[in-house]
Nanobody, 113 residues
Framework: VQLVESGGGLVQAGGSLRLPCAAS????????MGWYRQAPGKQRELAAG???????NYAESVKGRFTISRDNAKNTLYLQINSLKPEDTAIYYC????????WGQGTQVTVSS
């Protein structure tokens, strides 16, 4: 399974970004997809997740600003990030769980104050 993220970049505080993650190489249904993020000097943390039935969960720090969605027909995951803050600066990693967990290579999001 290959996961390819895109959409990261440098943005000013208060701005928005949309991160797509395209999944390929699997014929099986992906039960859970989501985004972890890792800020400099910090552990990787779950930002948002979405189950195949559409149930979502978010870290408290991103609730109301992040929206996760998935297009099952296209096997693509999206993370809409609004009202960006400098503390959102991190590498964002897409993951997908089938029988095991697969990871993308990550995309850098940098928020300037």
């Amino acid at each position: 399974v290959q996961l390819v993220e895109s959409g990261g970049g440098l943005v000013q505080a208060g701005g928005s970004l949309r991160l797509p993650c395209a999944a390929s190489g699997t014929k099986f249904s992906i039960s859970v997809m989501g985004w972890y993020r890792q800020a400099p000097g910090k552990q990787r943390e779950l930002a948002a997740g979405i189950f195949s039935g559409g149930f979502t969960n978010y870290a408290e720090s991103v609730k109301g600003r992040f929206t996760i969605s998935r297009d099952n027909a296209k096997n693509t995951l999206y993370l809409q990030i609004n009202s960006l803050k400098p503390e959102d600066t991190a590498i964002y990693y897409c993951f997908a769980q089938i029988t095991t967990v697969y990871w993308g290579q990550g995309t850098q999001v940098t928020v300037s104050s």
